[in-house]
């Protein structure tokens, strides 16, 4: 029995990545994540020179929100607010992080990149290459993009542009809607190895004391456990429709989170608002959880789940109706919500 993964031609230790943000933004994060024996480490995303002011951060900039409320007396629930762009160092100090990262650990490395122009993604990404990285992902959904920039126009360049230009594997990082199974096939078509569901959606709060709008004031980027359950659905659309590989990613808590989407046709899992809140041991954990029900379930290998869940999936006409007395019962309990 193994947690070893083949995915786009690497063999990774486990199926659990460490996904592009604050844990993958140094050297010494690499090295942990080796220790940790995460699959691979998504290196937090460089921004291109246009959008340098992407490189430096509001303080604070994370806030974390639910975590005290409780259903029945228990919650596992909360959803993380932050305000974090692009990697915090040049160009110049992302290639040598890159560089460092290859000499210093094992752990497979996958940058990340953002720009604007398909120029720039195609410099950026040759470098990413030139540098060691094993694979590329292209954030092009991240909650704290440009709204002026349109997937088909902007996106779809680079995308194209970058797989024309590098040897390496091309990740298209997808944002969680409106049109994620449109773009994963768009994304399939302009060569990408592989797509990553979904990125975090944009949102915003408010403080209702000071009665202005919560840290630095603007839109942020929002998750948490419950963002697993849209991603879910994405991800099995997804794998009935396109061949290259899925690697999903939101709301990941436990090893069962992890099984679920593989059950759904991912290939491999990115995590990391676990790891933010509950710390590295968490990638420990989530393998033993995994290994857990391998054991348990006699799997020996990962690709023996791999979208095993979908071929039980119906389509709507399919879907087994009540009728009849069923129906009088629904209608009683509705009468009965409404009078109490
Ligand atoms: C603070 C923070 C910073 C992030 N920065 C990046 C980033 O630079 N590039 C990127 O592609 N995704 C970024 N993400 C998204 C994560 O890579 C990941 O896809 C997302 O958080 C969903 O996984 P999770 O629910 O396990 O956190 C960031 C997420 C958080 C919470």
């Not at 092009?140 to 920039?149: A, E, F, N, V």
């Given at each position: 029995m193994s947690l070893k993964t083949s995915f786009l031609g690497l063999t990774l230790q486990s199926p659990v990545l460490i996904a592009s943000g604050p844990a993958s933004h140094d050297v010494n994060q690499v090295r942990v994540a080796e220790e940790q024996n995460a699959g691979a480490i998504v290196l937090k995303t460089a921004c291109s020179d246009k959008f340098a002011h992407m490189r430096s951060w509001p303080r604070p900039r994370y806030k974390l929100l639910d975590w005290d409320k409780q259903i029945e007396g228990r919650s596992k629930m909360f959803s993380l607010y932050s305000y974090e762009q692009g990697y915090s160092g040049t160009l110049d100090d992302y290639w040598e992080l890159i560089s460092a990262c290859k000499k210093h650990a094992a752990l497979p490395v996958i940058g990340s990149i953002f720009a604007d122009e398909a120029k720039d993604w195609i410099d950026m990404a040759k470098r990413v290459e030139q540098c060691g990285a094993d694979a590329i992902e292209l954030d092009?959904?991240?909650?704290?993009?440009?709204?002026?920039?349109a997937f088909e126009t902007t996106f779809v360049a680079a995308i194209n542009g970058v797989v024309g230009a590098v040897r390496i594997p091309v990740l298209v990082k997808l944002g969680p809607g409106p049109e994620v199974l449109p773009q994963c096939l768009i994304a399939q078509e302009n060569g990408a190895s592989a797509v990553t569901l979904c990125n975090r959606l944009r949102g915003f709060d408010v403080d209702i004391e000071s009665q202005r709008p919560i840290l630095h004031g603007y839109f942020a980027g929002i998750g948490g456990p419950w963002a697993k359950y849209y991603t879910m659905r994405h991800v099995a659309e997804a794998a009935n429709t396109i061949t290259i590989p899925i690697s999903a990613t939101g709301g990941v808590l436990s090893g069962e989170d992890v099984i679920k989407y593989m059950l759904l046709g991912a290939s491999t899992v990115q995590i990391l608002s676990v790891i933010m809140v509950n710390g590295w041991e968490s990638v420990k954990r989530i393998n033993n959880e995994i290994e857990e029900y391998m054991q348990r379930k006699k799997i020996n290998s990962l690709e023996e789940i791999r979208g095993k869940a979908l071929s039980a999936m119906v389509s709507p006409d399919e879907i087994i109706r009540w009728s009849g007395e069923s129906k009088r019962g629904s209608r009683n309990l509705w009468k009965e919500g409404t009078e109490n």
């Open positions: 092009i959904s991240s909650p704290h993009r440009p709204g002026s920039l």
